[in-house]
């Protein structure tokens, strides 16, 4: 049973672009979490989502950044417009039920140039 | 708000001896989880250990326990006999559940050294 896939693992962006992160949760999980690790720091929660569903997203910037997990597919983090103080390390976690244990994936390193 | 202080950013341990990281929460619900979790240079997180507040009987998995102190609110690790392995980020975390959705609260890590 495969863990929690996250791709890329880095990706670098200019000032101004676009920044799509995937992750595919563990099979049969249907809730995700996506946090964000800035360094030398802990995890921070973003957002919440079960299957076409944002669940909780109070710790979303309220402007340029959104999350999806469509019926079919994998669920995405999109950051618009990406600056220099969005680069961090960006965690997706998936769990069968709401209040099971989380699964972590490995993370996506984005650099911003 | 529930808050969640590691106040070791590094701690150092000599290879086999035992050592300790402290953790200190805040919170006012009566019900809920505790985790450590350990995050090597790779960046993966992996799972040490988890302790529900409602069981007083101290969590253990091999060579790592807690001491979970639930009226001082404070849930330190220790890790017996460390193995070069070991070295990594520890992050103390508590788990709330607010309608139906669950948030881990992390703290700020502690950097761990296994001198050999």
Same mark, same amino acid.
């Given at each position: 049973?495969a863990g929690v896939m996250q791709n890329p693992r880095h990706?670098?962006?200019?000032?101004?672009? /676009?920044?799509?992160?995937?992750?595919? !949760?563990?099979? *049969?999980? %249907?809730?995700?979490?996506?946090?964000?690790?800035l360094p030398e720091e802990g995890l921070k929660f973003m957002?919440?989502?079960?299957?076409?569903?944002?669940?909780?997203?109070?710790?979303?910037?309220? /402007?340029?950044?959104?999350?999806?997990? !469509?019926?079919? *597919?994998? %669920?995405?983090?999109?950051?618009?417009?990406?600056?220099?103080?969005?680069?961090?390390?960006?965690?997706?976690?998936?769990?069968?039920?709401?209040?099971?244990?989380?699964?972590?994936?490995?993370?996506?390193?984005?650099?911003?140039? | 708000?529930?808050?969640?202080?590691?106040?070791?950013?590094?701690?150092?341990?000599?290879?086999?001896?035992?050592?300790?990281?402290?953790?200190?929460?805040?919170?006012?619900?009566?019900?809920?989880?505790?985790?450590?979790?350990?995050?090597?240079?790779?960046?993966?997180?992996?799972?040490?250990?988890?302790?529900?507040?409602?069981?007083?009987?101290?969590?253990?998995?091999?060579?790592?326990?807690?001491?979970?102190?639930?009226?001082?609110?404070?849930?330190?690790?220790?890790?017996?006999?460390?193995?070069?392995?070991?070295?990594?980020?520890?992050?103390?975390?508590?788990?709330?559940?607010?309608?139906?959705?669950?948030?881990?609260?992390?703290?700020?890590?502690?950097?761990?050294?296994?001198?050999?």
């Open positions: 049973n990706l670098v962006r200019r000032r101004g672009q /676009e920044a799509r992160l995937r992750c595919s !949760p563990m099979k *049969g999980h %249907s809730h995700v979490y996506w946090y964000r690790q957002v919440y989502l079960q299957k076409e569903n944002i669940i909780d997203e109070s710790g979303m910037p309220k /402007e340029r950044f959104s999350a999806e997990f !469509p019926k079919e *597919g994998p %669920s995405i983090l999109r950051i618009q417009q990406v600056v220099r103080g969005d680069s961090a390390a960006y965690f997706c976690a998936s769990s069968p039920t709401y209040n099971s244990p989380l699964h972590f994936g490995n993370g996506t390193r984005l650099t911003v140039t | 708000a529930q808050t969640v202080t590691q106040s070791q950013p590094e701690m150092s341990v000599q290879e086999a001896e035992t050592v300790t990281l402290s953790c200190t929460y805040d919170t006012s619900e009566s019900d809920y989880y505790l985790f450590w979790y350990k995050q090597p240079p790779s960046r993966q997180m992996i799972l040490v250990i988890r302790q529900e507040a409602y069981k007083q009987q101290n969590a253990t998995e091999n060579r790592f326990s807690v001491n979970f102190q639930k009226a001082a609110k404070s849930f330190s690790l220790k890790i017996s006999d460390s193995q070069l392995g070991d070295a990594a980020m520890y992050f103390c975390a508590y788990r709330r559940v607010i309608q139906g959705a669950q948030k881990l609260v992390f703290g700020q890590g502690t950097r761990l050294t296994i001198n050999p």
